[in-house]
């Protein structure tokens, strides 16, 4: 890998959402308080039945008013994932998409439905259409461009129970070569990409996860049963302990946007909000990606990159 002058930035950030600690058996270290405030715009439950359906025009990105002068305006922002990154349940829409409908930043998205992060070799989703791949192949990536960040999903599709096995371990702190690490697993693409991204565009990486979710089938009270909740919340640990490792290397930039983790967060949504707002326990709607998730990464990535 290329070395850089940058100083090392490993942002252990959360917002003004305070973070909590996860159970004694979660790896890694927790993001705590940003300077950054997030400004959420969550209505009342009182109100929901007013507001029509969450995925309604109202709540389309180009209703957004740009904010004048905002500091990420002009940034160039890169964004690899699946259907939470491309917005599945919200026509196409994300939090990147808000977020550059607010603040005039950039947003590249590279986001296809129900694909993994590792690539086993072949053809579909975990294959050609993964995010290993899709990271090299990309014609939406330019490898030429000077990029300010790149934000990577967590993917909920490594943690359905048929590719659990493809988990994978964390490598040794010597390790840090993009040829060293197995794609053909879940902590082996997450080390891959953090290098890739790294040697290709010198810019801070930062993986993002989702909102909170627990074992169980019923939707209404934030269960998910494939994949589930505590499968998902380990590879959100693994990933933090990820980031204790690449955080001794002081050319790489990297941290993770936790959302999952983070419990004042998670409560902003109210049951009747969260039942509005989201599609299901992983999919938010238009108005979900922009009353509730997108404040959190603009006061995250404001507080990071904001010069």
Known sequence: MKTSSLPLLLLSLALCSCASSPSASSIGSIPQKSEASAEYAIPADADLSSLGAANDARYDASKVEQVEDHPLKGK????????????????????????????????????????????????????????????????????????????????????????????????????????????????????????????????????????KFVDGSDKTKRQNSNPKGSDYGTLVDQTLQIMEKWKTISYVTAGVIDLYHDAEFNAKASDAYYAWAMNDPIHPRKAGYQQWWMPYFEAYLTNALAK
């Open 76 to 211: 160039t922002l890169y964004w690899l994932g699946s259907s939470v990154t491309f917005g599945s349940a919200s026509s196409g829409q994300s939090m990147a998409d808000f977020l550059a409908a607010k603040t005039g930043a950039r947003c590249v998205k590279e986001a296809v439905s129900g694909t993994t992060l590792y690539d086993d070799g072949g053809t579909g989703d975990s294959g050609a259409k993964s995010y290993v791949r899709r990271l090299q192949n990309s014609t939406a990536f330019n490898k030429e461009e000077k990029v300010d960040a790149f934000i990577c999903q967590i993917s909920t599709n490594d943690c359905t129970s048929a590719r659990l096995s493809r988990r994978g371990v964390i490598t040794g702190e010597d390790v840090i070569e993009t040829e060293e690490f197995n794609v053909k697993t879940t902590l082996g693409a997450i080390e891959f990409i953090i290098a890739y991204v790294t040697d290709t565009w010198n810019c801070p990486v930062y993986f993002y996860s989702g909102a």
